[in-house]
């Protein structure tokens, strides 16, 4: 749990609701000039950003019987201004931008700065899981699409012996292939171009934040699924940076994100004043990736957004009422070294051959890890826990190599309940013990997460060993086997590739949407 800090004196009080209320006055002006400093466009398919896609003889013929779609609105927003076509983003509005995560010095991965605190007053009614879904102000016949998907997904054939699918990965493999197959045939996803960068369109590649970026540059540059006519698409991409949201307009020492908040919510009053597409379903046919912690805390100021949107989110907690499961996509959160070679380094020892039965370290922040530490720190040989590692240790092996040499990579929460440590267990084939209650695993929609992991209830920390030793050894090296075997869906290319994990996290927001359509 983030650090709740202790009152303050009254003037440095005073002093704060005047920094609070500076940053709000920013992010009104940053808000304007983001998204106006794009080219502006009556027509949203005259933008660079949007790919068409040409549909097989069969979806257009499909297509063709289908009732049509409702034509764009005229643009009413108050935004839309007349302003001078070289814009830019004026870094100088803004207070001093928060610092990116230190490097940490044992582990070599990044770790989240202390957070404001942002689980004071969660939103009385939200709910956890999936609520009554909106009902679209008029049928389009990607709605048809998405209701025959639905019927076909219901009656999938079986499969058996696919060589691509390994069934114990997944909680039905033939639903999963079937939803899979579809996507690929019928998917069709509007980008909107508006807004500028840095915090549109601006994609991270690097760190721990690498999830929402790598996906934000594969998704604008793809061509199979993004389409040009809006009218045709099943979903909408807002195309934001959660984590350049807090770069760009968090001030240090306000203990807030409503600057951030306010920004979240004018850009989707802006979309939805300027396009017909958000009003038509209140939201609920539109999509955002967010890796940053804070991510689901910015929509508390719109409530279609934080109720109906789709949030893709590595913060993917249902205790705190904003990630709805059933509705929302739990992200997988990557860090990547080197965005030239996302592939550098995967890999690790035999079963046979690894020798740590567990192994964790990194900082001493969130509730689970002081205890993990208390317990296992330097107490027994076998359980290698380190708040970070000795300088002693690191000489004859690094971070990388105690998870390529462990049995068990232990993955126990932060200051939120997402990890980096559960994807990099896998990269480097090590079982993730997973210990985080509340948290919703990434893909947990398709995977069968207890075939290649162990999750632990944060209660059991004293008993980790003895439950990591009752394992049996077939069963382990099954697990192991199955990491081996899961890596794939986890892994980013350049160029995307057939059931990796750019196509993952497109799969679980599309089923996630074809769930949602109703069935007269």
Not at 357 to 384: C, E, I, S
Request: one cysteine or more.
């Amino acid at each position: 749990m983030p650090h709740h800090p202790s009152p303050l004196p009254c003037n440095l009080l005073t002093r704060r609701r005047a920094v609070t209320a500076c940053a709000a006055v920013a992010a009104l002006a940053a808000t304007a000039l983001f998204l106006l400093a794009a080219p502006a466009t009556e027509d949203p398919t005259r933008h660079p950003y949007l790919v068409g896609s040409l549909l097989d003889n069969t979806s257009n013929a499909h297509s063709s019987s289908l009732p049509p779609a409702e034509p764009p609105l005229p643009s009413t927003s108050i935004l839309e201004t007349n302003l001078p076509s070289g814009i830019t983003t004026a870094h100088s509005m803004f207070l001093v931008p928060s610092p990116s995560p230190a490097e940490n010095l044992d582990d070599g991965s990044m770790e989240e700065t202390e957070p404001p605190d942002l689980k004071e007053n969660p939103p009385a009614e939200s709910a956890p899981f999936l609520q009554e879904v909106p009902v679209p102000l008029w049928s389009t016949a990607a709605d048809e699409e998405l209701i025959y998907a639905k019927k076909e997904i219901t009656i999938a054939p079986l499969v058996s012996n696919d060589p691509d699918l390994h069934a114990p990965l997944f909680r039905n493999v033939s639903i999963f292939r079937r939803s899979y197959e579809l996507m690929e045939r019928l998917l069709k996803v509007f980008v909107y171009h508006d807004g500028a960068k840095p915090i549109f369109h601006s994609p991270e590649l690097k760190g721990i934040y690498a999830s929402e970026g790598w996906f934000m540059k594969l998704m604008e540059g793809n061509q199979h699924f993004v389409v040009r006519d809006p009218n045709r698409a099943h979903l909408f991409y807002l195309p934001y940076s959660s984590h350049r949201l807090e770069h760009n307009l968090y001030v240090p020492g306000s203990n807030t994100i409503e600057p951030l908040s306010i920004f979240v919510k004018n850009y989707i009053d802006f979309i939805s004043a300027k396009f017909p597409y958000w009003n038509r379903t209140k939201g609920a046919d539109h999509f955002f990736v967010a890796c940053h912690d804070w991510g689901p805390y910015t929509t508390k100021l719109h409530d279609e957004l934080r109720k109906n949107t789709i949030k893709a989110l590595c913060n993917a907690d249902i205790s705190e009422g904003v990630f709805i499961h059933g509705r929302d996509v739990s992200l997988p959160e990557t860090f990547l070294r080197s965005p030239r070679r996302p592939l550098r380094g995967i890999g690790g020892k035999p079963a046979a051959e690894r020798s740590i039965l567990a192994f964790f370290a990194g900082q001493m922040h969130g509730r689970v890890r002081p205890v993990l530490l208390q317990y296992w720190g330097g107490k027994d040989a076998d359980m290698r826990i380190y708040d970070r590692l000795p300088h002693r240790i690191t000489r004859r092996m690094n971070y990388v190599q105690h998870m390529k040499s462990s049995k068990y990579c232990i993955c126990p929460m932060g200051y939120e309940v997402n990890s980096p440590r559960i994807v990099e267990a896998i990269y480097y084939e090590c079982v993730p013990v997973i210990i985080a209650d509340n948290f919703v695993l990434p893909f947990d929609d398709a995977l069968n997460w207890s075939a290649f992991s162990v999750v632990i209830p944060e209660k059991d920390v004293p008993k980790l060993k003895q439950i990591l030793l009752e394992i049996p050894e077939d069963q382990y090296m099954a697990m192991q086997s199955n990491v081996q075997r899961v890596q794939r869906h986890f892994i980013w290319h350049p160029n995307p590739i057939k059931y990796d994990i750019f196509h993952m996290i497109l799969h679980s927001v599309w089923y996630s949407r074809v769930n949602q359509i109703q069935i007269e």
